[in-house]
């Protein structure tokens, strides 16, 4: 049970890098906190294009890498904490992206990320 967690949190996330790269780069970039690129030299583009690349990569990694599986869900997980911030952006700033047209989608949503967390920390422990 859990090589098939593993392998479709691995598939999801190089689908979401996908979409990040080519059909949903606008949608992603209503989740990029304003203040992001306020700090940074990288505008919301730049942002999403990044995030995709890590998305792929870690998605790629829980496959290619098994002997390092609990480090990438490690990984994994932190870039699921780390993105969380923009989820809450999007929900503070009531943006609309994928389908999420209500505060109470957005807040689904939020409720929806420690739960990723867990997932890549579960499936990638012996």
């Not at 979401?16 to 030299?41: C, K, N, Y």
């Not at 792929?56 to 496959?63: D, V």
């Not at 994994?76 to 994928?98: E, K, S, T, V, W």
């Amino acid at each position: 049970m859990k090589t098939f967690a593993r392998w479709l949190l691995a598939a999801g996330m190089m689908f979401a890098g996908l979409s990040h790269l080519f059909w949903a780069r606008r949608e992603f970039q209503a989740q990029v906190p304003d203040l992001v690129t306020d700090v940074l030299p990288i505008d919301k583009d730049g942002v999403v294009v990044a995030s995709g690349a890590v998305e792929i990569m870690l998605g790629a990694a829980l496959i290619v890498l098994p002997k390092e599986r609990r480090r990438v869900g490690s990984l994994l997980a932190a870039f699921f904490i780390a993105i969380f911030p923009g989820n809450i952006a999007q929900a503070m700033d009531r943006r609309p992206a994928f389908g999420l047209d209500s505060d109470a989608a957005r807040l689904t949503r939020l409720l929806f990320q420690p739960l990723l967390v867990a997932w890549a920390l579960l499936a990638t422990r012996d």
